[in-house]
Protein backbone atom coordinates (compact mmCIF):
# COMPACT_ATOMS: atom_id res chain seq x y z
CA UNK A 1 0.00 0.00 0.00
CA UNK A 2 2.87 2.40 0.51
CA UNK A 3 4.60 1.54 -2.68
CA UNK A 4 1.06 2.45 -3.81
CA UNK A 5 0.78 5.56 -2.43
CA UNK A 6 4.20 6.62 -3.30
CA UNK A 7 3.51 6.02 -7.52
CA UNK A 8 0.36 8.45 -6.72
CA UNK A 9 1.99 10.65 -5.22
CA UNK A 10 5.00 11.07 -8.11
CA UNK A 11 2.38 11.20 -10.73
CA UNK A 12 -0.89 12.95 -9.14
CA UNK A 13 0.90 15.05 -6.62
CA UNK A 14 -2.00 16.99 -5.68
CA UNK A 15 -4.22 13.91 -4.79
CA UNK A 16 -5.71 13.51 -1.18
CA UNK A 17 -4.98 10.03 0.67
CA UNK A 18 -7.14 10.19 3.32
CA UNK A 19 -10.67 10.37 2.44
CA UNK A 20 -13.91 11.49 4.49
CA UNK A 21 -14.92 8.36 6.13
CA UNK A 22 -18.00 9.70 7.07
CA UNK A 23 -19.87 8.14 3.71
CA UNK A 24 -18.52 5.58 1.10
CA UNK A 25 -18.03 6.67 -3.00
CA UNK A 26 -20.10 9.84 -3.58
CA UNK A 27 -20.53 10.70 -7.36
CA UNK A 28 -21.87 14.14 -9.11
CA UNK A 29 -24.04 13.18 -11.92
CA UNK A 30 -25.42 16.64 -12.19
CA UNK A 31 -24.84 17.54 -16.52
CA UNK A 32 -21.49 19.03 -16.83
CA UNK A 33 -22.55 23.02 -16.84
CA UNK A 34 -24.39 22.34 -13.93
CA UNK A 35 -21.98 23.16 -10.58
CA UNK A 36 -20.09 19.88 -10.85
CA UNK A 37 -16.93 22.33 -10.68
CA UNK A 38 -18.31 24.04 -6.86
CA UNK A 39 -19.59 19.92 -6.26
CA UNK A 40 -15.53 19.21 -6.78
CA UNK A 41 -14.29 22.32 -4.89
CA UNK A 42 -16.53 20.92 -2.07
CA UNK A 43 -15.38 18.00 -1.55
CA UNK A 44 -11.49 19.34 -1.40
CA UNK A 45 -12.43 21.64 0.82
CA UNK A 46 -14.35 18.73 3.30
CA UNK A 47 -11.77 16.12 3.03
CA UNK A 48 -12.69 14.29 0.38
CA UNK A 49 -10.39 12.23 -1.89
CA UNK A 50 -11.73 14.26 -5.00
CA UNK A 51 -11.64 12.82 -8.74
CA UNK A 52 -12.74 15.45 -11.65
CA UNK A 53 -11.83 16.19 -15.04
CA UNK A 54 -8.32 16.61 -14.73
CA UNK A 55 -8.31 12.59 -13.48
CA UNK A 56 -10.97 12.01 -16.48
CA UNK A 57 -8.36 13.63 -18.65
CA UNK A 58 -5.12 11.31 -17.15
CA UNK A 59 -7.46 8.09 -16.81
CA UNK A 60 -9.14 8.52 -20.66
CA UNK A 61 -12.27 7.44 -18.55
CA UNK A 62 -14.12 9.03 -20.96
CA UNK A 63 -12.73 7.69 -24.16
CA UNK A 64 -13.60 4.05 -21.69
CA UNK A 65 -17.47 5.41 -21.19
CA UNK A 66 -17.74 5.58 -24.71
CA UNK A 67 -16.35 2.04 -25.79
CA UNK A 68 -18.63 1.08 -22.85
CA UNK A 69 -15.08 -0.60 -21.01
CA UNK A 70 -16.44 0.15 -17.37
CA UNK A 71 -14.14 -2.24 -15.94
CA UNK A 72 -11.38 -0.54 -17.30
CA UNK A 73 -12.42 2.92 -15.31
CA UNK A 74 -13.04 0.81 -11.70
CA UNK A 75 -9.97 -0.89 -12.15
CA UNK A 76 -8.02 1.92 -12.50
CA UNK A 77 -5.86 2.94 -9.49
CA UNK A 78 -6.80 6.49 -9.24
CA UNK A 79 -10.25 5.39 -8.97
CA UNK A 80 -9.38 3.09 -6.25
CA UNK A 81 -7.77 6.04 -4.12
CA UNK A 82 -10.59 8.58 -4.85
CA UNK A 83 -13.76 8.43 -3.22
CA UNK A 84 -15.62 11.78 -4.64
CA UNK A 85 -16.07 12.25 -8.52
CA UNK A 86 -17.23 15.12 -10.26
CA UNK A 87 -17.48 15.91 -14.23
CA UNK A 88 -17.03 13.47 -16.70
CA UNK A 89 -17.77 10.74 -17.32
CA UNK A 90 -20.24 10.42 -14.34
CA UNK A 91 -22.86 12.30 -16.22
CA UNK A 92 -22.86 10.99 -19.51
CA UNK A 93 -26.23 8.69 -20.37
CA UNK A 94 -27.35 6.00 -18.13
CA UNK A 95 -24.24 5.96 -16.49
CA UNK A 96 -25.59 6.23 -13.03
CA UNK A 97 -27.21 3.21 -13.29
CA UNK A 98 -24.43 1.05 -13.82
CA UNK A 99 -23.07 3.42 -11.15
CA UNK A 100 -25.39 2.34 -8.66
CA UNK A 101 -25.64 -1.19 -9.16
CA UNK A 102 -21.93 -1.51 -8.88
CA UNK A 103 -21.81 0.37 -5.91
CA UNK A 104 -24.89 -0.08 -3.99
CA UNK A 105 -23.79 1.92 -0.55
CA UNK A 106 -22.91 4.88 -3.16
CA UNK A 107 -24.28 8.05 -2.90
CA UNK A 108 -25.63 10.15 -5.79
CA UNK A 109 -25.64 14.33 -6.18
CA UNK A 110 -27.92 15.85 -8.76
CA UNK A 111 -27.99 19.65 -9.30
CA UNK A 112 -29.80 21.27 -11.92
CA UNK A 113 -30.47 25.01 -13.13
CA UNK A 114 -32.90 26.70 -15.30
CA UNK A 115 -32.17 25.28 -18.60
CA UNK A 116 -31.63 28.33 -20.88
CA UNK A 117 -29.23 29.20 -18.31
CA UNK A 118 -27.22 25.78 -19.26
CA UNK A 119 -27.90 26.42 -22.51
CA UNK A 120 -26.41 29.61 -22.97
CA UNK A 121 -23.34 28.74 -20.15
CA UNK A 122 -22.96 25.16 -22.89
CA UNK A 123 -22.60 28.17 -25.86
CA UNK A 124 -20.15 30.10 -23.63
CA UNK A 125 -17.82 27.60 -22.30
CA UNK A 126 -15.70 26.98 -25.40
CA UNK A 127 -16.96 30.48 -27.66
CA UNK A 128 -19.78 27.89 -29.04
CA UNK A 129 -17.43 24.90 -30.24
CA UNK A 130 -18.92 21.39 -28.77
CA UNK A 131 -17.27 20.64 -25.17
CA UNK A 132 -14.57 18.01 -25.15
CA UNK A 133 -14.17 15.51 -27.92
CA UNK A 134 -16.28 15.71 -30.62
CA UNK A 135 -17.14 11.93 -30.66
CA UNK A 136 -18.27 11.78 -26.94
CA UNK A 137 -19.71 15.13 -27.06
CA UNK A 138 -22.02 14.15 -29.93
CA UNK A 139 -23.03 10.79 -28.43
CA UNK A 140 -23.81 12.56 -25.20
CA UNK A 141 -26.11 14.68 -26.85
CA UNK A 142 -27.66 12.90 -29.40
CA UNK A 143 -25.78 14.29 -32.71
CA UNK A 144 -24.08 10.89 -33.80
CA UNK A 145 -25.25 11.15 -37.03
CA UNK A 146 -24.41 14.36 -37.59
CA UNK A 147 -20.89 13.44 -36.61
CA UNK A 148 -20.62 10.54 -38.59
CA UNK A 149 -22.06 12.11 -41.67
CA UNK A 150 -19.09 14.53 -41.66
CA UNK A 151 -16.23 12.05 -41.00
CA UNK A 152 -16.82 9.89 -43.60
CA UNK A 153 -17.45 12.86 -45.92
CA UNK A 154 -13.85 14.06 -45.08
CA UNK A 155 -15.37 17.63 -43.79
CA UNK A 156 -14.40 16.37 -39.77
CA UNK A 157 -10.31 14.97 -39.26
CA UNK A 158 -10.92 13.53 -36.00
CA UNK A 159 -7.27 13.52 -35.03
CA UNK A 160 -6.92 17.38 -35.51
CA UNK A 161 -10.52 17.28 -34.09
CA UNK A 162 -9.70 15.89 -30.26
CA UNK A 163 -6.49 18.64 -29.74
CA UNK A 164 -7.15 21.14 -27.13
CA UNK A 165 -7.68 24.55 -28.02
CA UNK A 166 -8.61 23.75 -31.46
CA UNK A 167 -11.78 25.26 -33.34
CA UNK A 168 -13.98 22.68 -33.81
CA UNK A 169 -16.00 21.42 -37.26
CA UNK A 170 -18.81 20.93 -34.78
CA UNK A 171 -20.37 24.02 -33.01
CA UNK A 172 -23.53 24.53 -30.61
CA UNK A 173 -25.76 27.41 -32.11
CA UNK A 174 -28.82 29.27 -30.76
CA UNK A 175 -30.33 26.73 -33.57
CA UNK A 176 -29.80 23.94 -31.49
CA UNK A 177 -30.85 25.28 -27.82
CA UNK A 178 -34.16 22.98 -27.99
CA UNK A 179 -32.62 19.74 -28.90
CA UNK A 180 -29.87 20.67 -25.97
CA UNK A 181 -32.32 21.75 -23.65
CA UNK A 182 -34.43 18.88 -24.14
CA UNK A 183 -32.05 16.31 -23.50
CA UNK A 184 -30.63 18.43 -20.18
CA UNK A 185 -34.35 18.22 -19.21
CA UNK A 186 -34.52 14.21 -19.50
CA UNK A 187 -31.33 13.75 -18.27
CA UNK A 188 -32.53 15.25 -14.70
CA UNK A 189 -36.28 13.73 -15.01
CA UNK A 190 -35.07 10.29 -15.78
CA UNK A 191 -32.43 10.36 -12.93
CA UNK A 192 -34.97 11.00 -10.45
CA UNK A 193 -37.27 8.95 -11.24
CA UNK A 194 -34.81 5.93 -11.58
CA UNK A 195 -33.79 6.66 -7.56
CA UNK A 196 -37.44 7.27 -6.57
CA UNK A 197 -38.15 3.82 -7.81
CA UNK A 198 -35.03 2.24 -6.53
CA UNK A 199 -33.39 4.59 -3.70
CA UNK A 200 -34.42 7.51 -3.19
CA UNK A 201 -32.39 8.02 0.09
CA UNK A 202 -29.49 7.61 -1.74
CA UNK A 203 -29.78 10.51 -4.18
CA UNK A 204 -29.90 14.89 -3.10
CA UNK A 205 -31.22 16.86 -5.71
CA UNK A 206 -30.25 20.61 -5.23
CA UNK A 207 -30.67 23.50 -7.38
CA UNK A 208 -27.84 26.25 -8.41
CA UNK A 209 -30.10 28.87 -7.33
CA UNK A 210 -30.81 28.04 -3.42
CA UNK A 211 -28.58 29.68 -1.39
CA UNK A 212 -28.41 27.28 1.46
CA UNK A 213 -27.85 24.30 -1.23
CA UNK A 214 -24.46 23.33 0.25
CA UNK A 215 -25.77 23.50 3.61
CA UNK A 216 -28.14 20.95 2.28
CA UNK A 217 -25.52 19.01 0.80
CA UNK A 218 -23.41 18.60 3.87
CA UNK A 219 -26.61 17.03 5.90
CA UNK A 220 -27.01 14.46 3.05
CA UNK A 221 -23.78 13.64 3.29
CA UNK A 222 -23.37 13.67 7.38
CA UNK A 223 -21.15 17.06 6.87
CA UNK A 224 -21.27 20.15 9.14
CA UNK A 225 -21.32 23.02 6.58
CA UNK A 226 -20.71 26.76 8.52
CA UNK A 227 -23.89 29.28 7.32
CA UNK A 228 -21.40 31.07 5.29
CA UNK A 229 -19.75 29.01 3.55
CA UNK A 230 -19.75 29.12 -0.42
CA UNK A 231 -18.45 27.35 -3.42
CA UNK A 232 -18.73 29.15 -6.91
CA UNK A 233 -15.97 27.63 -9.23
CA UNK A 234 -16.14 28.57 -12.96
CA UNK A 235 -18.59 31.66 -12.36
CA UNK A 236 -19.68 32.74 -15.55
CA UNK A 237 -18.94 36.32 -15.96
Given amino acids: MKQIKTLIRRYVPNIKLSPNNKTGKVFCISMQRSGTSSVGK???????????????????????WYEGDYEKIFNSLEFKMTNAYEDSPWFMPGFYKVLFHRFPNAKFILFTREPDAWFQSMIKHSQGSVLGKTRVHCKIYRRELEYFDLLNS???????????????????????????????????????????????????????????KWQKLGKFLNIKVADHYDSHENRSK
Fill in 42 to 64: FFRDFGFAWAGWPADRRNKWSPS
Fill in 154 to 212: GLLNEDKEDKKRIEKTMEITQDHAEHYKNLYRLHNIEVKDFFNKHAPQALHIGGLEDTE
